[in-house]
């Protein structure tokens, strides 16, 4: 089989959370996936996402010959010269670091790259976009940022409430990144970002990877030709080169797991999230990604609207490889000098 | 000032268990201390020793001129030839990885590259030198032994019973060790080795370390012309390659800490340890090693006993370094498929 333009490409998937398993996993390599950031903790807390990282270095073990662990951008181009998949490690919560900045430093240790300063319920960091009050980035909050500017780890908004994001640009030293949401003047759902707060973090250096969770794009039909026009136009808002994808892709979960990441162990009752009580389950994926094995037809639709090839690569994988080779790098100490300067800063004008 | 034959070694301390601050790190380099093994857990728990980790990272940030983290052999000739000390760390217990063998991996992916099966008690793991029926090690022990051997985590005996220590030199596929205890030919303390168990361990490849504990030794009184006997004699048993230190250094506690290592939890009463109630509190140490600082009289003293410049080298700490060399890498594919099979032959045969 000759090798297409996809082939070539580095594709990077800024956000999948699946029950993993060979099969899973195979639909990677079948879709040409190079680097997929991966959750290993959403309600969890310490002890518990130490349990998800070593089933992590389970499979590392069992599948070797196609998946490896990420701690850096050359991590995921090694992976792609070696023709795997590489994973990193990403929190969708703050509940694994507890109320404790020094589990930022051991977890990155252990890989972890990227942390989402929120689920979709307030946490100890910040205000979430399901809370009616959105608190903004709390005391802990800030210290927790510029412990994960030191040490490499970079800050996700994903599902943070707007005031929240706009607080974690303004705090973070190093870019920002929001890995999976879209803009919400393309479907007005609640997990989806104004246009403000997206050119907020692209201004600042930051990314936006798309996501193709139903619920984000208005649903299983919309049409793959809609999915691109709305990147095209986000490309126009803030260039091309901070998009990315963050798919939200959810493989093999039977819906008593969609219970508990939506109503963890906070609820007694049942929370619907983004569905609603008469469309509680796992939504239909659109026919166009119905699995991470039908990537290249984003990369065909990409094309087809009229990205330019260069384009194409930045937006299915270039761009985040880029932002992860800046962003997965401890900061340098004048950085972190900075860094700390900035929110005693904070704290004296309070 | 010219420098000293001292001054030219690598030398490795395999146990020192501190309440570490600026001076007692400070003692290390006055010392020409290379690499110190210390203590991040002995009763603890796998999310407790997470926060003894963090305070090291704290440790590594603030007094990163003089100290930084080893995970190889080669960070600790990094570390001598930066003129810092290289930390290695260690659990004298196996409590952290509680029942899940993935903590292995998880801990030795944060540097944890020795592990001693049992502390004073009876562990999961294995039995204890201060039990009364020793059981040996359990069915729990044998995976973890293995799963030690296949990530590079090293076996300690130093705390086990002897029918322990007996069996985990027959289970490691790898050389163990015993970072520090003394024969127990020399002094008859509890936590000392029988001569055979040295020699077990010594012909397997291993390492003995010799504390300078006073209750290792028979007292601060005791001459540092017979801790180097000791030595000597061992040398002559096992060959001086197998030798180093481990002096079971406790710089800077209150008798309070003492009582937690020695009751933990586990104990509502007072126990004594290796004390007694009529001696219940830290020893006083020889005058020849009051501190690291005191390290050039074991080389002065090994050399005065008769030992060759190239052998008192290697006590002093290169015959460590060649030990983890080995023993801190990851085995190869081929050896850890021959540990999974010697697991199941013993299985087997039960």
Known sequence: MPRTFHDELIVIDALEFSNWDRETLEELRAGGVTAVHVTVAVWENCRETLSNISAWHRRFEEHADIVMQARSADDIRRAKSLGRTAIVFGFQNSSPIEDDIGLVEVFHDLGVRIMQLTYNNQSLIGGSCYEETDSGISRFGREVIAEMNRVGMVVDVSHCGERTGFEAVEISQRPIAITHANPKSFHPGLRNKSDDLIRAVCEGGGMLGFSVYPLHIGGAATPLARFCEMIARTAEMVGAEHLGLGTDQSRKWDDSFLDWIRSGRWKKGVDFG??????????????????????????????????????????????????????????????KAAGAATVQDHAAAE
Request: aromatic share 16%; net charge negative.
């Open 274 to 335: 983004e569905g609603s009580a008469t469309n509680r389950g796992w939504p239909e994926w659109p026919r166009w990604f119905r699995t991470p094995a039908d990537f290249p037809n984003i990369t065909k639709g990409l094309l087809d609207i009229g990205f330019g090839r260069e384009e194409v690569a930045g937006i299915m994988g270039g761009n985040w490889l880029r932002f992860f080779d800046a962003g997965f790098a401890p900061a340098t100490a004048e950085r």
